[in-house]
């Protein structure tokens, strides 16, 4: 007894000297890829349901200088569909719509081939086949947003292939539920995510962007300076260089660290959302690849090669890149905003895993991932860098499929 006892004290100091050296070796982590001159990123971490980091690191405008905090706002791109999603299925749970009603009644003058045969459901889960918008957009537009979308693809007679038969990452899906979510509720988007999401829990600086905007601590996007220039090696990538930019069902929110927080926090503890209605979201609705039990819910990537499941998604807009990752039954939560296109964010969350010792076998990179149909991408990689837009035009109709 004499002996175990200085054991196990020396045992606590060295658990407590650990726990007290991780927001140091976090720190240091970040400070070797981002410096306090360039664009850079904010970040948090929560483990059981407690924020033990959360911090900025660079600036959020080339031109102010303005330093990066957990209050600047950053656009999330792809993480807005889980925003997206939870408002389609809080109306569903509400009575005002089903899964499994068809876009033709929502939008009587699509063509009734495709509006027939696709439904909210297949939208939510990527799996409804529909043509990206991308090509079909009036060239002429500056500023796309949903409504072009649909304008852009609803007389398509043909899709990638049959409704509810297979996968296909698509951002188009998403843009046509915010305008289900307006058609249903009777209010925009934007007021809608305000009134049921970011009002009850007091984020009270996020919100979807338009464009006209005027949005608090806002950060702005930046890519690498393709010449190379010593004296300015980022230039801008953000709303007015890209088109596609403005969407807003499936990347138009504006949020910071501390309020994207409330959401997660929320989230893992059911208090104020719904927690039937998240737990539904990150359930597994379509399997992508059973060997690895790696799936999509509504909104979200879901991983479970063992008994803690994971849940996550990555976000692409313009110079923006973000990533939040999930494991719902530890309370853990790791969250990246970045105003920046280098930088592998999914990497960082295996190095942040690491540090507090928590297994990245249930987490497959989404970039690395390979659609069980060949052909069809199982992620769109970013709906808005310059190369993105090019090799994606070329390959736009490759393997449509036409619906008699």
């Known amino acids: 007894m004499k ?3 200085p054991f196990i004290l020396l045992l606590l100091f060295s658990c407590q000297l650990f726990s007290q050296n991780i927001p140091a070796r976090l720190d240091s982590l970040f400070r070797v890829h981002y410096g306090d001159h360039a664009p850079g ?16 690191y660079g600036i959020s405008n080339w031109l102010s200088k303005e330093k990066i905090t957990t209050t600047t706002n950053f656009n999330i791109g792809s993480l807005t569909k889980q925003f997206t999603a939870y408002c389609i299925l809080k109306l569903e749970q509400e009575g005002h719509l089903s899964l499994t009603d068809k876009l033709i009644k929502y939008f009587p003058d699509f063509n009734p081939k495709t509006g027939n045969m696709i439904s909210i459901e297949q939208l939510l889960t990527h799996s409804s086949g529909i043509i990206d918008h991308y090509a079909f957009t009036d060239k002429e537009i ?3 947003n949903d409504q072009d979308v649909l304008t852009a693809v609803k007389n398509i007679d043909s899709t990638y292939f049959t409704p509810g038969k297979r996968y296909r990452y698509s951002n188009t899906a998403y843009c046509l539920l915010a305008l289900i979510v307006e058609k249903v509720s009777g209010t925009n988007y934007a007021d809608y995510v305000q009134k049921n999401i970011f009002a009850p829990l007091f984020m009270n600086r996020s919100t979807v962007l338009r464009v006209d905007s005027n949005i608090y601590q806002r950060a702005i996007g930046y890519d690498i300076d393709p010449q190379g220039r010593a004296e300015r090696p980022f230039v801008e990538l953000d709303m007015d260089e890209t088109k596609f ?7 138009g929110v504006y949020t910071s660290i501390d309020d994207y927080l409330k959401w997660c926090i929320a989230m893992q503890t059911g208090t104020v959302l719904s927690k039937p209605l998240i737990k539904k979201a990150q359930s597994f609705q379509v399997m992508l690849d059973p060997a690895k039990q790696l799936g999509y ?13 994971v849940v996550y998604h990555t976000g692409s807009n313009g110079g923006f890149r973000a990533i939040t990752y999930l494991i719902p039954s530890q309370k853990y939560a790791v969250v990246i905003f970045s105003n920046r296109t280098d930088g592998d964010l999914e ?5 942040i895993n690491k540090i507090l010792n928590i297994a990245n076998k249930s987490y497959t990179k989404i970039e690395s991932l390979v659609s069980f149909i060949d052909s069809s991408p199982i992620f769109a990689p970013c709906k808005e860098i310059r190369s993105f837009l090019t090799l994606f035009t070329k390959n736009l109709n490759d393997n449509a499929t036409a619906l008699n």
């Open 142 to 144: 500056k500023h796309a």
């Open 245 to 251: 930019f403005s969407t807003e069902g499936d990347g």
């Open 3 to 5: 002996l175990i006892a």
């Open 41 to 56: 990123i904010a970040v948090a971490v929560v483990v059981k349901g407690k924020t033990i980091f959360k911090k900025g």
């Open 297 to 309: 819910g509504y909104g979200w990537f879901i991983n479970q090669q063992d008994s803690a499941k």
């Open 347 to 351: 990497n960082m969350v295996k190095e």
